[in-house]
């Protein structure tokens, strides 16, 4: 689905075979490799990631309640990671956050239906598709919209070398900040499965790592009356929701969606608002 090696950017020879195992709250570490500065020159070598590829794309959601037992035992450990998994809970704010994109037959619609309603939200985008379609990053920005990182591929992160988790979010980085001009800060990994050392090179890069509080699972195209359910159900303030760029139910329900928020009293900010950056 995403396997395309199409682009300026990709990830480096693997030469080691790749770290599986169970998920657990608190992820085992793996052996840590130091970050490998990458270039806009880097190419990928196609001959040597078949391995690397099939299990990078297998993909793997983390649920909110699973994301807050991770960070709980982190706590319990000592284990401060510079990530945010929900704002401020004194203030009625809510962050629609939208992940995957951006896609030509989807973010139109989705950038009118949020203008419409006068609402900012954040874009964490997917390199490869971000340097396919600049004019719609452009578009994003333009209207007043965070963007972020989404590595380059969409891969898991928690399977493969910390090197390549490095180029994997510089090489995003990079095609963002040609794009628009200015280096992105905000960062999500796919699926939300991360483990330290993943944390530690987003940070090493000058990444926030933005997680999310309410996933109604839009990807899994539920129909529209499920999804608003499972939204207005779970919302609370400083709730950070995921929906995704690319799901023709979510663009549908938008509108409703935030006229409903909207009537509970909520005010939807961008996650730079909720990190205190305007």
């Not at 919209?145 to 979010?169: A, C, M, Q, S």
């Not at 539920?222 to 979510?250: C, F, K, M, W, Y």
Request: charged share 20%; net charge negative.
């Amino acid at each position: 689905m995403r396997g395309s090696m199409r682009g300026v950017y990709g990830v480096v020879t693997v030469l080691c075979g790749l770290l599986l195992g169970c998920k657990s709250p608190v992820p085992a570490q793996r052996a840590a490799s130091p970050p490998v500065a990458t270039s806009p020159a880097a190419k990928p070598d196609q001959g040597s990631l078949d391995e690397y590829w099939q299990n990078a794309l297998e993909e793997v959601y983390k649920s909110p309640l699973e994301l807050q037992a991770q960070h709980e035992a982190e706590a319990r450990r000592g284990i401060h990671l510079n990530k945010l998994l929900r704002g401020n809970e004194a203030k009625r704010q809510i962050a629609l956050t939208f992940d995957d994109g951006p896609h030509p037959d989807f973010t139109p619609g989705i950038l009118s239906a949020l203008s419409a309603e006068n609402v900012k939200a954040t874009f964490f985008l997917v390199g490869e598709k971000a340097e396919q379609y600049p004019d719609l990053v452009k578009a994003e920005v333009a209207a007043g919209h965070n963007v972020g990182n989404h590595t380059y591929h969409h891969v898991n992160l928690t399977r493969i070398p910390n090197r390549l988790v490095d180029t994997e979010i510089k090489a995003c980085g990079d095609v963002i900040a040609g794009i628009t001009g200015t280096a992105p800060h905000l960062f999500r990994p796919p699926g939300g499965d991360y483990d330290v050392q993943v944390a530690e090179v987003a940070t090493q890069l000058g990444y926030t790592m933005i997680l999310w509080t309410d996933d109604p699972g839009d990807y899994a195209s539920p129909p529209r009356t499920v999804l608003e359910g499972r939204i207005l159900e779970h919302a609370s303030n400083g709730g950070i929701i995921l929906i995704h760029d690319g799901v023709q139910e979510t663009i549908q329900l938008l509108p409703q969606m935030i006229k409903s928020l909207k009537a509970r009293g909520f005010e939807f900010v961008t996650v730079d608002e909720m990190l205190g950056r305007r």
